[in-house]
């Protein structure tokens, strides 16, 4: 078995791979461009596991830069770019697309969908007549990386990082 960090990373190619199928059958429809931060806020939190990532290929950056002011990510720049893209955690990945998942509410199965309302143009069919399998559906990478944080860390296997904290630590010279 390889690590978990690479097992991360791994799982993140494969997001993006999904992302971008589902982001050129709705190109008429997204909006999401660089520059585009308004779902990019700052009470974000990641496990622990997709924080290391960060820590490991954006160390410079968490040690010299700074996180932007107050009230949008740590990591977006002065034009709303993501300065940690790359290793961006997967909430960041699927941000835009047509969302899908099922909750159980009074004993009945109900789908539920969201998107960005940028997202949704007046020309482009309304959100509750796309297909299932044209939405980004939610849950099972969410399983796939609550398993690999559990393997990372078994004695904290649900342990969150806010985002901003990743440079307050880089400060304080906690490696955590």
Do not use: K
């Not at 820590?55 to 990510?73: F, K, N, Q």
């Not at 099922?102 to 997202?119: A, K, S, T, W």
């Amino acid at each position: 078995m390889s690590d978990p960090l690479s097992e991360l990373r791994a799982l993140h190619a494969a997001v993006d791979a999904e992302v971008a199928e589902l982001s050129a059958l709705h190109q008429g429809r997204l909006q999401c461009a660089r520059g585009c931060a308004g779902c990019c806020l700052d009470d974000l939190s990641v496990f622990a596991l997709e924080a290391e990532r960060i820590r490991a290929e954006a160390g410079e950056l968490l040690r010299e830069g700074s996180p932007h002011p107050p009230g949008a990510c740590a990591f977006l720049d002065g034009e709303g770019a993501c300065r940690v893209y790359a290793a961006r955690p997967y909430v960041c990945r699927s941000q835009g697309l047509p969302l899908r998942w099922l909750e159980e509410r009074e004993g009945q199965v109900v789908e539920l969908r969201d998107i960005c309302p940028l997202n949704e143009p007046e020309d482009q069919p309304p959100l509750e007549e796309l297909a299932p399998e044209s939405c980004w559906p939610i849950g099972p990478v969410e399983a796939r990386l609550r398993e690999l944080q559990a393997a990372h860390e078994p004695e904290t296997p649900l342990r969150r990082v806010p985002l901003r904290d990743l440079f307050l630590a880089s400060e304080s010279g906690d490696a955590q």
